[in-house]
């Protein structure tokens, strides 16, 4: 993989970059759809490209205990077997290890745990899961990090930025290819010292990108910025920067204009299956009975398929009455909104409009926003999975995992 830095904007340091990779380009600033299970929910490859989506983020987690690594290789490695030829970046597992997993126990040499589908016990060291991302054919890996809770205590961030460091260098002695990538990732909770001894290690480590972890795990969207701006310019400015699991429009913004490249969330396709819209207005539920007989798209601004032919009040009774259209059209709406978003963002970096545009987005937004709420404020969690819990690791999980079952992107 090689990156290619093309332009920072003087007026705030936004980046417009381009990634190459084995399966194709990617122009950043990017945002990746979350096909978990090998798949974006309730869209089809074929509607992938048509949303001019060029990278997607697949969880190792759930496609390691199911079909598993190793039937996916046999099968011809994951861009075959889910027939899509473009870029793609796998995590860890590490994350939803954390957040999904059932008795799980975090040692020097990995993690182990039981699956939350049956109970099956499992361990993933940091060689284990670049040997999974290598069998899956990703172009994009990440190295094993332990994701600290929010809120944790400052010792426990401490030891816990040594144990990612430990497992960084590990999976870079396991993985000294540069195709696929390895990108390594920096924690620190929201402590400015902590996170400038990872940002630094990491880098002495040398990786093909640099993520930053543990954010939009439930902390202040001020603690968010502040952490962005004061790590991202410790990283190599030739290296491409993936802020893991941020996904409120507005978020992406800021996380742009201080220097960030890469983002994934779920946030565009599970609020697509709640019914819950993104507009040029702000959030709009589809739900409400107000548009039972309204005959206007759900954003008169967008051009997706959905805008083009349904009504709110069409839409509104696919939801009502559950069917599986609805959760297409609303996810294809959804999507759609943040690719075209990221498309104006690399256009306005271009044309070093970005700031403007930037304040324009907030303002509209601030102005009309419905309900009176943020998209943050609606919905805070970000990353696949559940935020991890605080506490102490070694845990016993209750076992209330079923909510998420099957519906976590
Ligand atoms: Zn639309």
């Given at each position: 993989?090689?990156?290619?830095l093309?332009?920072?904007?003087?007026?705030?340091?936004?980046r417009?970059g381009?990634?190459?990779?084995?399966h194709?380009?990617v122009?950043?600033?990017?945002?990746?759809?979350?096909?978990?299970q090998?798949?974006?929910?309730?869209?089809?490859p074929?509607?992938?490209e048509g949303e001019g989506?060029?990278?997607?983020l697949?969880?190792?987690?759930?496609l390691?205990l199911?079909?598993?690594?190793?039937?996916?290789?046999e099968?011809?490695?994951?861009h075959?077997?889910?027939s899509?030829?473009h870029?793609?970046?796998t995590?860890?597992?590490?994350?939803?290890?954390y957040?999904?997993?059932?008795?799980?126990?975090?040692?020097?040499?990995?993690?182990?745990?039981?699956s939350?589908?049956d109970?099956?016990?499992h361990?993933?060291?940091?060689?284990?899961?670049?040997?999974?991302?290598q069998?899956l054919?990703?172009?994009i890996?990440?190295?094993?990090?332990?994701?600290?809770p929010?809120?944790?205590?400052?010792?426990?961030?401490?030891?816990?930025?040594e144990?990612?460091?430990?497992?960084?260098?590990?999976?870079?002695?396991?993985h000294?290819?540069?195709?696929?990538a390895?990108?390594?990732i920096?924690?620190?909770g929201v402590?400015p010292d902590?996170?400038?001894?990872s940002?630094e290690?990491?880098?002495r480590?040398?990786?093909?990108g640099?993520?930053?972890?543990?954010?939009?795990?439930?902390?202040?969207k001020?603690?968010?910025?502040e952490?962005?701006?004061?790590?991202?310019p410790?990283l190599?400015?030739?290296?491409?920067?993936?802020l893991?699991?941020?996904?409120?429009?507005?978020?992406l913004l800021?996380a742009v204009?201080?220097?960030?490249?890469?983002?994934?969330c779920?946030?565009p396709?599970r609020?697509?299956?709640?019914?819950?819209?993104?507009?040029s207005?702000?959030?709009?539920n589809?739900k409400a009975?107000?548009?039972a007989?309204?005959e206007?798209?759900v954003d008169p601004?967008?051009?997706?398929?959905?805008?083009?032919?349904f009504?709110r009040a069409?839409?509104?009774?696919l939801?009502i009455?559950?069917?599986?259209?609805?959760?297409?059209?609303n996810t294809l709406?959804?999507?759609?909104f943040?690719?075209?978003l990221?498309?104006?963002?690399?256009r306005?970096?271009?044309?070093?409009?970005?700031?403007?545009?930037?304040?324009?987005?907030l303002?509209?937004l601030?102005?009309?926003?419905?309900?009176?709420?943020?998209?943050?404020e609606?919905d805070?969690?970000g990353?696949?999975?559940?935020?991890p819990?605080?506490?102490k690791?070694?845990?016993k999980n209750?076992?209330s995992?079923?909510?998420?079952k099957?519906?976590?992107?």
């Amino acid at each position: 993989m090689k990156f290619e830095l093309l332009k920072i904007d003087p007026a705030t340091g936004a980046r417009r970059g381009r990634l190459h990779t084995p399966h194709g380009t990617v122009e950043t600033p990017v945002f990746m759809p979350c096909g978990t299970q090998g798949t974006v929910k309730a869209l089809s490859p074929q509607e992938l490209e048509g949303e001019g989506v060029e990278l997607i983020l697949c969880n190792t987690y759930h496609l390691y205990l199911r079909p598993g690594h190793e039937l996916i290789a046999e099968l011809g490695g994951l861009h075959r077997f889910m027939s899509w030829p473009h870029p793609i970046l796998t995590d860890s597992g590490g994350y939803q290890v954390y957040s999904l997993a059932e008795l799980r126990r975090i040692s020097e040499e990995g993690v182990s745990f039981q699956s939350h589908l049956d109970g099956s016990k499992h361990f993933l060291s940091p060689e284990k899961v670049i040997e999974i991302q290598q069998a899956l054919g990703s172009d994009i890996i990440m190295a094993l990090d332990e994701c600290a809770p929010y809120p944790a205590a400052y010792e426990y961030v401490k030891t816990s930025i040594e144990l990612t460091l430990r497992w960084a260098r590990r999976c870079r002695e396991a993985h000294t290819s540069r195709n696929p990538a390895l990108f390594g990732i920096v924690q620190g909770g929201v402590f400015p010292d902590l996170r400038e001894r990872s940002a630094e290690e990491t880098v002495r480590i040398g990786f093909e990108g640099y993520a930053l972890g543990g954010l939009s795990v439930g902390e202040s969207k001020t603690q968010t910025y502040e952490v962005i701006a004061s790590t991202a310019p410790m990283l190599p400015l030739e290296k491409p920067r993936y802020l893991m699991g941020l996904g409120p429009p507005e978020d992406l913004l800021e996380a742009v204009a201080l220097g960030i490249d890469m983002f994934d969330c779920v946030m565009p396709t599970r609020h697509g299956r709640t019914g819950s819209l993104f507009t040029s207005q702000g959030r709009l539920n589809i739900k409400a009975a107000r548009y039972a007989k309204e005959e206007g798209p759900v954003d008169p601004e967008c051009d997706c398929y959905t805008c083009r032919h349904f009504s709110r009040a069409y839409l509104r009774h696919l939801f009502i009455t559950g069917e599986l259209l609805g959760l297409q059209l609303n996810t294809l709406h959804n999507l759609h909104f943040y690719q075209n978003l990221m498309q104006q963002v690399r256009r306005a970096i271009e044309a070093e409009t970005f700031r403007e545009f930037k304040a324009g987005f907030l303002a509209k937004l601030m102005q009309e926003r419905e309900d009176n709420q943020s998209w943050v404020e609606v919905d805070k969690g970000g990353q696949e999975g559940r935020r991890p819990r605080s506490g102490k690791v070694r845990m016993k999980n209750k076992g209330s995992t079923k909510e998420v079952k099957g519906f976590n992107d």
